[in-house]
C-alpha cells in the first residue's frame, strides 16, 4: 500500500523482492567508499595534538575545523548536489564527489598554515557533500522495502570501520611519518575508490513505481516542493531532529577521544592505535549490525520501533558514558565507551530507513541531502564546536581536566535526543492505529 501523503510503501509489503550477489556487490563499493570517507573526518580528531603542536593551535580551533567549518560546506552543499542527482546520475556524483573530497584531503596533508588546513577541510566538506546521500538512494532503489534495514545497517558499518582504520593506520603512519602523511595516503586511496565507483556500479532504476500514480508523479522531483514537503512532514522532522542531536554526542565525544584518552587515562599512541581503534570497530560496528537487525525484524508490524530502539538505546547508553568520562583507568574507560558505542549508534540505520520509505522514489537524494543538512548541522557542526570551546573555557579558568568537564556536560543532551524519539514514536503508533 502506497503512503497516500508521501508516496511511501507500507511495510506490509516488505518483503518483495530478491536480493542477488550484483546487489552486494553493490552495496560493498558504496561501504568502502563511506569507509573512505568517515576515514578521513576521523584523521583530524586521532591527529589533533601533533597538528596543534605543528600550527600552533588549540582544542577550539580543532572543534571549529573538524565541526562549524567542515559543516557548513558538507551540510548545505549536500541540498543542490542531492537535487541535482535525483535529476542525473547518481553514481557520476558519487564518483566525481569521492574524486573531489580526496584531492582535498592530500591538500590537508600539504597545508602549512591554519588558513591553508581550514580551506581544504572545507574543500573536503564540499566534496564529503556529495557522498551519502547519493549512496543512501542507490541502495533504496537496490534492496526492496523490508531488506533496506539490514542493508543501510552494512552500509552505516563504514564510519566504524573508518574510524577503526583511521585510529590504527593513521596514529601509525604519524608515528613513523609525521601527522601530514596519513591525510596524504588517504587521499589517494579515495580517488582510486571514486574510479572504482564508476567502473563498477550501475546506475539503478528508480524503484516501487507501482505506489505512485504514472500521471501523478513528476518525471524528476520538484525542488522547492519536496524542501517544503521534508519540513512540514511531521515524522521526517522529528527523525531528522532526533538523529542531529544524538549527533550533537556522537560527533562531539568522537572528534576528542583520543586527546581524552591520551590526557585524562594516560594511554599512549601505540595503546591507541591497537585498542581504541578495537573500541570503535566493535563498538560503533556492532550498534549499526544489531540495530539494523532490529529494525528489519520489529518494524514490520510496529512502526514505531523506529523511534522507540533508539529511545531506549540511548537511555541505557547515558549512564555508561558518564562512567566511561569518569573511569579511573584506561581499560576501564575503554569497556565502558564500547557499550556506549554500540548503544549510541542504533538511531541511525533507523532514521535512514525510516526516512527513505516515508518519501517519493524521486525524492529519496534530495530528502536524504536535507536529512544529513538538518543532523550533520546539529551534530557535526555544533558538537565538536562545542566541545573544542568547552575545553578551552575551562582550562582558561583554570581547571586542570577541562577537556573531562567538557564531555561531562554533553549528559544533558542524552535526555534531549529521547525526548523527541519518544514523541517521534508516539506519533508512529498513532498513524498505525489510523491506518488499521
Sequence with gaps: MANPVTGGVAHADADAGPVGAR?????????????????????LGILTKPIEESLHITDGDIGLIGGLYFAMFYCFIAIPVGWFADRTSRVGVLSLACAIWS???????????????????????????????????????????????????????????????????????????????????????????????????REPARSDASTVNAAERPAKAPFWPTVGMFFTHPIILLVALGGGVTQFVTYGVGNFAVPFLER????????????????????????????????????RHARHVYATAPALSLAVAMPFYLAFVWAPSWPLALILFTVTSVLNYFYLSSSVALMQEEVRPDQRVLAGALLLLVMNFIGLGLGPTYVGKASDWFTKHGHAHGLQLALYTLTPVYLIAIAIFLILARRLRAEQRTAA
Design 103 to 201: 584531492g582535498a584531503t592530500i591538500c590537508c596533508g600539504l597545508s602549512a598554515t591554519f588558513p591553508q588546513l581550514v580551506a581544504a577541510r572545507m574543500t573536503v566538506g564540499f566534496g564529503e557533500a556529495g557522498g551519502v546521500p547519493p549512496s543512501y538512494a542507490i541502495i533504496a532503489d537496490t534492496y526492496p522495502p523490508g531488506k533496506r534495514g539490514m542493508a543501510y545497517g552494512i552500509y552505516n558499518l563504514g564510519p566504524p570501520i573508518g574510524a577503526a582504520l583511521g585510529v590504527a593506520f593513521g596514529a601509525s603512519i604519524a608515528a613513523s611519518f609525521g601527522w601530514r602523511m596519513p591525510f596524504i595516503v588517504i587521499g589517494v586511496i579515495g580517488i582510486f575508490a571514486a574510479v572504482i565507483v564508476w567502473l563498477f556500479v
Design 264 to 299: 585524562e587515562k594516560g594511554m599512549t599512541p601505540y595503546q591507541i592505535a591497537i585498542w581504541y581503534a578495537l573500541v570503535v570497530l566493535v563498538g560503533m560496528g556492532g550498534g549499526m549490525i544489531i540495530s539494523g537487525k532490529v529494525i528489519d525484524r520489529f518494524t
Design 23 to 43: 546487489t552486494g556487490i553493490v552495496l560493498t563499493i558504496l561501504t568502502f567508499v563511506y569507509v573512505i570517507n568517515f576515514l578521513d573526518r576521523q584523521l
